[in-house]
């Protein structure tokens, strides 16, 4: 992947991130206890992609840092 791409799946992963932090924010504050499975996956879902978002950061530095070819 070029830096490029690594950046457009960053910004994916920032709104997938996003809304499944809102999502959990609104089921809490509504007090939604009969919908645990989906506070159980979204929280799931945001742990791995704070992860991802750090795995991205490492590529994207990596990538800064690498020469282009022909410079």
Do not use: F, W, Y
Request: aromatic share 0%; charged share 25%.
């Amino acid at each position: 992947m070029d830096i490029t791409e690594l950046k457009k799946a960053r910004s994916m992963l920032l709104l997938l991130l996003a809304t499944c932090q809102q999502t959990l924010l609104a089921l809490e504050a509504t007090g939604n206890v009969l919908d645990t499975d989906l506070t159980k996956d979204l929280s799931a879902m945001i742990v791995r992609s704070e992860a991802e978002l750090e795995h991205l950061k490492v590529k994207i530095e990596a990538a800064s840092t690498t020469p282009m070819n022909g410079a």
